[in-house]
T-cell receptor, first 114, second 113 residues
Framework: GQQLNQSPQSMFIQEGEDVSMNCTSS?????WLWYKQDPGEGPVLLIA?????ELTSNGRLTAQFGITRKDSFLNISASIPSDVGIYFC??????????????FGKGTKLSVKP | DSGVTQTPKHLITATGQRVTLRCSPR?????VYWYQQSLDQGLQFLIQ???????AKGNILERFSAQQFPDLHSELNLSSLELGDSALYFC????????????FGPGTRLTVT
């Protein structure tokens, strides 16, 4: 199935560092979402973006809906240990057959620097 | 806690068998989605139900089927299981048919031996 290109695949963080990740697609999406998944758990919705150019924050997390509608970015400021996990971007085109459902990136795995 | 519940948490079964996974959506949500998560394919959409009716299908195998009951809970039936069906299966729910914001359950880990 189709997937979004999410990068980086993994990264190591030190407490207090800022983190950036992004997601790109060859197609346009009407909604971009960011989820976080902890081991053994289901994805948890962090931020939803509905308009091209929109910038939305949720605490230390900030996400942007790209102007072209083909990309999105997530930034985490001043990272803390509980930020470790896998972050997924997801795109939604709108209703219509399978287009009404989420298409996911492969995830960015955040780990603590040894 | 998303409010979406799934049972069982873990399931171990043999090839050729049939299993049923169960999902209860968040209170008030009419749409239920099923996703499969595997290491190589990532999160893949399988099927959507809205208020009891099938509304969208993704890459769901013919051996798999689902239904949504009048109380809005949903079941995913997997039959003639193969080793490659081992994966995490997630249910998600949303208020609307369009499902812009979907809330995921804790998942069922299926292991086929």
């Amino acid at each position: 199935g189709q997937q979004l290109n999410q990068s980086p695949q993994s990264m190591f963080i030190q407490e207090g560092e800022d983190v950036s990740m992004n997601c790109t697609s060859s197609s346009i999406f009407n909604t971009w979402l960011w989820y976080k998944q902890d081991p053994g758990e289901g994805p948890v919705l962090l931020i939803a973006l509905y308009k091209a150019g929109e910038l939305t924050s949720n605490g230390r997390l900030t996400a942007q809906f790209g102007i072209t509608r083909k990309d999105s970015f997530l930034n985490i400021s001043a990272s803390i240990p509980s930020d470790v996990g896998i972050y997924f971007c997801a795109g939604h085109r709108g209703y219509g057959g399978s287009q009404g459902n989420l298409i996911f990136g492969k995830g960015t795995k955040l780990s603590v620097k040894p | 806690d998303s409010g979406v519940t799934q049972t069982p948490k873990h399931l171990i079964t043999a090839t050729g068998q049939r299993v049923t996974l169960r999902c209860s959506p968040r209170s008030g949500d009419l749409s239920v989605y099923w996703y499969q998560q595997s290491l190589d394919q990532g999160l893949q959409f399988l099927i959507q139900y809205y208020n009891g009716e099938e509304r969208a299908k993704g890459n769901i195998l013919e051996r798999f089927s689902a239904q949504q009951f009048p109380d809005l809970h949903s079941e995913l039936n997997l039959s003639s299981l193969e080793l490659g069906d081992s994966a995490l299966y997630f249910c998600a729910s949303s208020v609307t048919l369009e499902g812009h914001e979907q809330y995921f359950g804790p998942g069922t880990r299926l292991t086929v031996t």
